[in-house]
């Protein structure tokens, strides 16, 4: 008997070899992503759901808690395989890695050409290539779907990101429209591309997350610590912020969290909770990969560096005893929270163009054809980095597909030039007054870098050609040069002409 395999059944419709069962979709996976998203498929019109978990307490106690759900339930592998009508469709939702691959395993086993293997978990869009590429080889089809909106999202709706073929689309495309998230009377959910596509896009979701929220808690701690607000004032400012262009689920839970005081001590319970920031990865596969293609997503590496610096308590207390002396928190102005708010909102502009640069790269290296604005439009509900600022995204693609970047389209080239001299003076304060913002002064280094009419590159060119011969481009005359460097005979050749 093998790890997915277990005894018994609980309920199902056939066996291997005889005809076909009744369910239209099945999950596997029932812990909190899977059985949420296995009722939020069985509420919905005309859905059948299998379901099985390799532990089957787990699929008794959902059967028990949900009967009117109408689950087909399996103990076993087989029985749930049995179970599903052809083309059988099943969303896995285990662990990703390991889980994944044991499960895909056993389902390639028993399933027939044409059937559909779906990855619902946050796997490696490598991964994703790999059991896609071995699956068409067996005539199945595997669909790598990223889906985001935590336990909430599975059971009322998620944005799902789905990759994977045509085919595959035809079949799972109506079921995924019926269990997403709506937003503006569209079902949050497109298929992205090819193979890999749809776990590329949601690591890439998951690494602007991580943007995101450091760039709230930036806000927050400067608000705190510099504008001198208390917690109860900070609830305030963010639930006026979740009214205007910032509105967004991040902005909301953040003066949800702010607002929670704890049951033992009476405090704002965000000052008990220990000061180190966790993650499971995605934010590091972002950067991983966008170092990789070549491109700055230093937005999403700050976020995940300054979680690295946070969790580090032994180094920052050793800094912290050495250290002599804190600079004094500077003098602020009255309009500082309105700085702070655009500051905000300028390095999170950057941050998602630097998101979306990334999806181009990747869209580039791995052959998918991604279309930009339907993507920011499956952002806009269900996920957890859904917001106002998305429909601004949508229209920007909508007006110019080939964008350079996000930067250049007029609606946010307006706001970051409205909000730049606020920024500068947020960044300066919080240099001055010893509170980290790398969120914050990345972002405007960044834009200040693609801004400037020449960069320092020329001299770091210069140091290359000196210690490695690698040679220089010239800004008066076409060619690749390389100089001489030795003192008694400095000189320029033309690489061009010396090789012909
Ligand atoms: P999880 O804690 O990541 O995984 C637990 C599930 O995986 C259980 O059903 C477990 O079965 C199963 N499993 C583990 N190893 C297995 C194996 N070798 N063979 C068969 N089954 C195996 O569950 P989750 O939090 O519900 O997440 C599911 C997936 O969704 C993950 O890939 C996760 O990254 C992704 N995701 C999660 C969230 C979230 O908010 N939690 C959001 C988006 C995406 P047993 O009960 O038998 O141990």
Same mark, same amino acid.
């Given at each position: 008997?093998?790890?997915?395999?277990?005894?018994?059944? @609980?309920? !199902?419709?056939?066996?291997?070899?005889?005809?076909?069962?009744?369910? =239209?979709?099945?999950?596997?996976?029932?812990?909190?992503?899977?059985? =949420?998203?296995?009722?939020? %498929?069985?509420?919905?019109?005309?859905?059948?759901?299998?379901?099985?978990? *390799?532990?089957?307490?787990?699929? *008794?106690?959902?059967?028990?808690?949900?009967?009117?759900?109408?689950? %087909?339930?399996?103990?076993?592998?087989?029985?749930?395989?049995?179970?599903?009508?052809?083309?059988?469709?099943?969303?896995?939702? &285990?662990?990703?890695?390991?889980?994944? /691959?044991?499960?895909?395993?056993?389902?390639?086993? $028993?399933?027939?050409?044409?059937?559909?293997?779906?990855?619902?978990?946050?796997?490696?869009?490598?991964?994703?290539?790999?059991?896609?590429?071995?699956?068409?080889?067996?005539?199945?089809?595997?669909?790598?779907?990223?889906?985001?909106?935590?336990?909430?999202?599975?059971?009322?709706?998620?944005?799902?990101?789905?990759?994977?073929?045509?085919?595959?689309?035809?079949?799972?495309?109506?079921?995924?429209?019926?269990?997403?998230?709506?937003?503006?009377?569209?079902?949050?959910?497109?298929?992205? #591309?090819? /193979?890999?596509?749809?776990?590329?896009?949601?690591?890439?979701?998951?690494?602007?997350?991580?943007? /995101?929220?450091?760039?709230?808690?930036?806000?927050? /701690?400067?608000?705190?610590?510099?504008?001198?607000?208390?917690?109860?004032? %900070?609830?305030?400012?963010?639930?006026?912020?979740?009214?205007?262009?910032?509105?967004?689920?991040?902005?909301?839970? @953040?003066?949800?969290? %702010?607002?929670?005081?704890?049951?033992?001590?009476?405090?704002?319970? &965000?000052?008990?909770?220990?000061?180190?920031?966790?993650?499971?990865?995605?934010?590091?596969?972002? &950067?991983?990969?966008?170092?990789?293609?070549?491109?700055?997503? +230093?937005?999403?590496?700050?976020?995940?560096?300054?979680?690295?610096? +946070? !969790?580090?308590?032994?180094?920052?207390?050793?800094?912290?005893? !050495?250290?002599?002396?804190?600079?004094?928190?500077?003098?602020?102005?009255?309009?500082?929270?309105?700085?702070?708010?655009?500051?905000?909102?300028?390095?999170?502009?950057?941050?998602?163009?630097?998101?979306?640069?990334?999806?181009?790269?990747?869209?580039?290296?791995?052959?998918?054809?991604?279309?930009?604005? =339907?993507?920011?439009?499956?952002?806009?509900?269900?996920?957890?980095?859904?917001?106002?600022?998305?429909?601004?995204?949508?229209?920007?693609?909508?007006?110019?597909?080939?964008?350079?970047?996000?930067?250049?389209?007029?609606?946010?080239? =307006?706001?970051?030039?409205?909000?730049?001299?606020?920024?500068?003076?947020?960044?300066?304060?919080?240099?001055?007054?010893?509170?980290?913002?790398?969120?914050?002064?990345?972002?405007?280094?960044?834009?200040?870098?693609?801004?400037?009419?020449?960069?320092?590159?020329?001299?770091?060119? #210069?140091?290359?050609?000196?210690?490695?011969?690698?040679?220089?481009?010239?800004?008066?005359?076409?060619?690749?040069?390389?100089?001489?460097? +030795?003192?008694?005979? $400095?000189?320029?050749?033309?690489?061009? +002409?010396?090789?012909?």
């Amino acid at each position: 008997m093998t790890d997915t395999e277990s005894i018994g059944r @609980t309920e !199902s419709t056939g066996r291997p070899g005889t005809p076909a069962g009744t369910a =239209n979709i099945g999950v596997v996976g029932m812990a909190v992503m899977g059985s =949420n998203l296995a009722r939020n %498929l069985a509420g919905r019109e005309g859905n059948t759901v299998a379901v099985y978990n *390799r532990s089957p307490e787990r699929t *008794r106690t959902l059967v028990q808690e949900h009967p009117e759900a109408g689950f %087909l339930a399996s103990e076993s592998i087989d029985d749930f395989v049995a179970s599903m009508a052809r083309p059988r469709t099943a969303i896995i939702m &285990v662990q990703a890695g390991r889980g994944t /691959d044991a499960v895909i395993e056993h389902l390639a086993e $028993r399933f027939e050409p044409g059937d559909i293997i779906v990855d619902g978990g946050n796997a490696n869009f490598h991964d994703t290539i790999r059991r896609e590429h071995d699956l068409r080889e067996q005539g199945l089809n595997f669909v790598g779907a990223g889906i985001s909106g935590g336990e909430d999202g599975a059971l009322h709706g998620p944005s799902i990101m789905p990759g994977g073929s045509a085919e595959a689309w035809e079949t799972l495309g109506p079921i995924l429209k019926s269990i997403a998230a709506v937003a503006e009377g569209e079902p949050c959910v497109t298929h992205v #591309g090819t /193979d890999g596509a749809g776990h590329f896009v949601k690591m890439v979701h998951n690494g602007i997350e991580y943007a /995101d929220m450091q760039l709230i808690a930036e806000s927050y /701690d400067l608000l705190r610590r510099v504008g001198g607000h208390d917690v109860d004032e %900070l609830v305030q400012i963010f639930e006026r912020w979740n009214e205007g262009d910032l509105e967004s689920y991040l902005i909301e839970i @953040t003066g949800e969290v %702010l607002e929670q005081r704890d049951a033992d001590t009476g405090k704002p319970l &965000v000052d008990v909770i220990r000061d180190e920031a966790g993650s499971k990865g995605t934010g590091v596969w972002t &950067v991983q990969n966008a170092v990789g293609l070549g491109i700055p997503v +230093s937005g999403i590496g700050e976020a995940v560096f300054a979680r690295a610096v +946070s !969790s580090k308590p032994p180094q920052r207390a050793a800094v912290q005893q !050495s250290v002599k002396s804190r600079p004094e928190i500077a003098q602020v102005p009255d309009t500082f929270a309105d700085d702070v708010r655009a500051a905000l909102y300028a390095s999170k502009v950057v941050a998602y163009a630097q998101g979306f640069d990334l999806i181009i790269a990747g869209a580039k290296e791995y052959g998918w054809d991604i279309d930009l604005g =339907n993507l920011a439009k499956i952002w806009r509900g269900g996920c957890i980095i859904r917001a106002q600022f998305l429909n601004r995204i949508v229209e920007a693609y909508a007006k110019n597909p080939e964008l350079e970047s996000l930067l250049v389209d007029p609606y946010f080239a =307006n706001a970051v030039a409205e909000g730049e001299t606020a920024w500068r003076r947020i960044v300066g304060i919080a240099a001055a007054s010893g509170i980290p913002a790398p969120g914050f002064s990345s972002a405007l280094s960044y834009y200040d870098a693609l801004a400037s009419d020449r960069l320092p590159a020329a001299l770091i060119q #210069g140091q290359r050609d000196f210690f490695g011969a690698h040679t220089y481009q010239r800004i008066d005359k076409d060619g690749t040069f390389h100089t001489l460097w +030795s003192d008694d005979d $400095r000189r320029e050749v033309d690489q061009d +002409s010396s090789t012909r």
